[in-house]
């Protein structure tokens, strides 16, 4: 299932995995363990946030993807089942039937 995983960082930690050399690592970790899609990284309500979209083979993954983001970074996580154009239409279609 395609999924999107919003990750937004505290700050304080963020500073400190930047000083550490950490958040490069862990970031490169995720798309290496994630192989998104989509990467995009800004800022959202005053913190660091990146969005990754990806695909979730099973949701036993979900600890494994979290862990490193509230371990090292006392991120914030939400995941969201997402859709694209193909997978609207092919919804869509289901329903007009």
């Known amino acids: ?3 999107l995983l919003k990750v937004q960082m505290d700050t304080e930690a963020s500073n400190e995995a930047i000083k550490q050399g950490t958040l490069q690592k862990t970031m490169e970790a995720a798309l290496e363990k994630l192989r ?5 990284f800004t800022v959202e309500d005053g913190c660091r946030t990146g969005y990754l979209f990806f695909d979730l083979a099973d949701p036993s993954e979900l600890p494994a993807v979290s862990e490193p983001f509230f371990m090292g970074l006392n991120a914030k996580i939400h995941y969201s089942p997402v859709m694209n154009p193909d997978d609207l239409r092919k919804g869509l ?4 039937r």
């Open 1 to 3: 299932m395609r999924m």
């Open 36 to 40: 998104p899609e989509a990467a995009y």
């Open 93 to 96: 279609s289901a329903i007009e």
